[in-house]
């Protein structure tokens, strides 16, 4: 088995959570190996599940072993390259180290397939180094508000360097940690997509200064998610699809949009038929 000598993709275009057209025709890995988080979502409740389709939620944890094992018997069952493998939890991919091992390993092995994270962004500027070194090229950076007078009631807490962060203080270090990284990441040559959560009430009249904000620092494309109401916003609505699709199309006059998310497990495996 030649696995080496399979065909790589080589552009962003080939990334099925950046480009709308590869959503279908390129698979998705999630590797569920980062437990810890550093900041409090509203709208986030941690579970350990197998049943329910839910943003962040994993069956168990894997081990580095397990993880770069379940990438090897996918490549070697399906000889092909056809898919991406990225850590999105069920924290956040860049408070735990494992990610970088992880991820380094499957690169060593697999140099043509394409990795990638998801993040809250808090330690992107901390980690960009390690993010390179570990041969990721594609990372997604969760932003949901550039105003931390909003964000104070998105974010319950941050937790940056020993200290622990409320309120507005909070959301402020987060909002500067995120588009420090995301300047950052961009000049390295990163392609960086924004994950943005959609709060009806919340954060709903202030995403087209988001979307402005998001391309004058280089994202390449924003994904407006609806917010599915859980843990301290369980009571919270979420947008109709009228609202999602005005969210989307307004900001499509600033930065293109990613239209096809799932809101994936931490643990989703979704590989294209052939
Ligand atoms: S960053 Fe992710 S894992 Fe952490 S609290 Fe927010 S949604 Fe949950
Ligand atoms: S949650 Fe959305 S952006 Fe993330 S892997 Fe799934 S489809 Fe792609």
Redesign the pocket.
């Known amino acids: 088995m030649n696995i080496a000598g399979l065909p790589a993709m080589t552009s962003v275009l080939e990334h099925?959570?950046f480009n709308d057209e590869a959503?279908e025709r390129i698979g998705?890995i999630?590797l569920p190996v980062a437990p810890r988080c550093n900041i409090q979502c509203n709208y986030c409740e941690h579970r350990m599940c197998a049943d329910i389709q839910h943003?962040g939620w994993a069956a168990r944890l894997l081990s580095e072993a397990e993880a770069v094992d379940l990438v090897r018997s996918v490549i070697v069952e399906r000889q092909a390259y056809d898919f991406v493998v990225?850590v999105?939890g069920p924290g956040d991919a860049l408070a735990n180290d494992k990610t970088f091992h992880v991820l380094a390993s499957i690169r060593g092995m697999h140099p043509q397939l394409t990795t990638c994270l998801?993040t809250n962004g808090l330690l992107l500027d901390d980690r960009l180094h390690d993010i390179v070194e570990a041969g990721v090229r594609t990372i997604?950076v969760t932003v949901n508000v550039t105003d931390s007078r909003v964000g104070k009631d998105i974010y319950s807490r941050v937790h940056y360097q020993d200290t622990t962060y409320q309120g507005e203080e909070a959301a402020a270090i987060l909002i500067e940690k995120q588009f420090l990284g995301i300047r950052g990441a961009v000049a390295a040559g990163l392609h960086v997509k924004a994950?943005t959560v959609l709060v009806p009430g919340v954060n709903d009249e202030h995403l087209l200064e988001l979307a402005r904000q998001l391309r004058d620092t280089g994202v390449t494309v924003m994904?407006i998610m609806p917010l599915i109401p859980a843990g301290k916003m369980k009571n919270y609505r979420p947008p109709s699809c009228g609202e999602l699709q005005r969210a989307r199309q307004q900001c499509a006059e600033v930065i293109r949009q990613?239209h096809?998310?799932?809101?994936?497990r931490a643990d989703?495996i979704f590989l294209p038929s052939r």
């Open positions: 099925p959570c959503h998705r999630h943003p990225g999105a998801c997604t994950n994904n990613f096809s998310c799932e809101q994936c989703v």
